[in-house]
Structure formats: C-alpha cells, structure tokens
C-alpha cells in the first residue's frame, strides 16, 4: 500500500510548500500517482503556485462533508509530469473561507480527522494511488496535528534559526514521540560553505541529529535561484539536472524506504 | 454413566447467555481493574468534554492514545481487531476500550455477541453546507 508523507515544520518559512510541491512532482515524474493536498487553510499557497484560479470544490468542503475527495482533486498530470499523475486539492483562499476555517469547534475538528484518515483507505487501498503529501500549516495546530496523525511518515522541516531549533526539538518530544510516527529530519536552507567541507558537514549532521534523535534525511543547501524564482517554477519538472533536485531526489528514495 | 451425544436446543440457548453473561462480567472486571490501576480520575464525564479529538489525543495516557488512535484509524472495531493493530492483548485492550466509553470518548454498541467500539461522529446537516460551496 502507498504512503501518507506529511511535510511540517515548526516555524513558518521553512521551505515545506516548495519540497512539497517538487517532491510530488518528483514522484509523478518517476511514474508514481500522486496527491498533493494543501492542508494550510490559514495561509494557502498551492492555487497561486499551481496557477488555479477556482475550482468546483475545495479541500475545506471535503473536511466539511460537503462533497466527496475524488472531487477535490484537480488533475494537473498533462502539465506537470509525462509519466506518472498528479492530482491535487487546493484550500480556499478566500478571506471568508480563511475566517470560517479559523473558527471551528473541536467537533469539527475531530470529524476532520476522521477524514483524513480515511483518505488511505479510500486513495491508497482501493483506488491504488502511490502517495498522498500533506502540505501542512506551521506549528501546533489542529490541522496540522489532524496531518500528523493521519500520516505514515513526518518529514519536519527546519532551518539554522535557533529559535526554529528549539521549537522543533520540543515538537518532537511532545508531538511526534507521543503519536509514534515514523519521523525524518530535513535541515533546510544551510550555509553552502558548511556543505561543501565534508568533515563540518558530518560534524554538522551528527550534532543536529544528538540534538533531535531523529535520523537526519538531508540537509539541503541555500540554493538562491530557487529561491529567486519565488516558487513559479517547478524544478522537479522543469529543471531535473538542477542539483536542488538531485538532493531531493535522494530523500524521495529515502522515504520509499522507510 | 456417559454423557449424551447430542446436546439439546435448550442446553445450547442456555449455555450461549451463560458464555454472553460471563463475557459482559469480564468485561466490566476489566473496566474495574483498569480504574483501580489508574486511578478514577478522568473518568467523570461532567469534567472532561466528550470529544476525541488531537488535543485529547495529546492529553490521553500513553496506553489509552494507542487504543483511541488505532480506533480512530479503524473507525468501527471489536477489542480483537483494536488488538489485533497495537500487538497487545484482547483483554488488555477490551479493557482500554471501556476505559474510553467511560470516559465518554467513545461509543460501545453490541451485535449479536459481538462488542462493537467506535467514535462517534454524527453529521450535522446545518455545518456541512459551507458558504462558498457550490450546489
């Protein structure tokens, strides 16, 4: 059966919607089926990477019980990936759907979860796709632990702010720990110069990992053209011999393994 | 003198509610050995809200938030299914799992002979029309 991935951080700015977004892509490339869900309904991003300006249904009606998933997901596969698909489900970006999200009860949250967790079955076992990725929202929230409970595999995405250390290191004592999952470490944005040394870069590696006690996935460089490009390429699809994907292309190796 | 080869329907209906009502004292001892281990307190409904969401998840003991998780994956399921998930014993979870209907967390309902737990998560006809949502 396919796996459920989703990506958190405990800070805001990470990097987690642009490794979901080319970690999808990169799976679709590999002939994978794959869902990309937004999962950050205070701040979406997916519709205005993505270039989706509206759409039937949202991933706040399939939380609501409004429609089914399969209506949700929009099938970008013809323009992204030549081998495999992609679908995604968007969040509502419209302030009003923002502010209703914000105000629900713990019923509804719990309903929610109970969504989520049907998506396995429902995706993964009887429609037979590879993998589901959760772009989450930052830090302790219902929905972004609503994720963490439904996933099979937590990548936490943290960058060199000591502030987003400790953060996340408390994050993985109370959070990740408690529900059991299988959790990777993926240091984002680091100082190339530390990489490029492979004595500081392993010195680097195994203080973070001590620190955490998660095995370290990577530790992905500061790659400014990626960063200039704000998000409108996709480089798992458009630039596949750019080593950002080269990097990334290891941790989707390392998740099929987990 | 021997016994006789064919047990009688009446026998049969007989022994089956002693086995039923022997299962349900179980079950209850159960229920009891777990709150004497764990002390009676969470266990008053007026206390706690009656909703099993992340946040109770987080607040659970270890040994319940495995149980309520693995239901809450499951959705529907006996105490052998629930064990069958977390690698534990029947009666340990059988015991878990009324924990938690006590605890008002979860519902309990019987099939048959069966003992059936689940989470209780009714549709309200009134919150499930957003107001974007397109008819």
Redesign the interface.
Known sequence: MGKIIAIHSYKGGTGKTLLSINLAALYANRGKSVVLLDLDFRAPSLHAIFKVQDTDYWLNDYLNGVCEIQKVLVDLSQTYTKKGRLLVGFANPSTEAIREMTAKDRKWEMKALGRLLSLKPSLLSDIGLDYIILDTSPGLQYSSINAIVSADVVLVVSGMDISDIKGTQRMIDELYELFEKKTGLIMNKVFADILLSKTQRSELANKLMNSYSLPMIEMIPCFCDVLRTGSSTIFATEEQEHPFVKTLDRVATTIENL | MSLPRKVDPVSTTLLQRIKESLDSLNEKMEVMIEIQKHGSRGTNQSEI?D????????SLP?HL??TA?TL??L?HATADQVAEQTKRARAVESGYLNQLVLMGYIKKERRGRKAFFY?E?E?NQN????????S
């Open positions: 809200p909703v099993l969401d992340v946040m109770t998840l987080l270890d938030r495995k998780v809450c994956k959705n989470v998560r549709e919150e499930r029309k957003a107001p974007w949502a397109k």
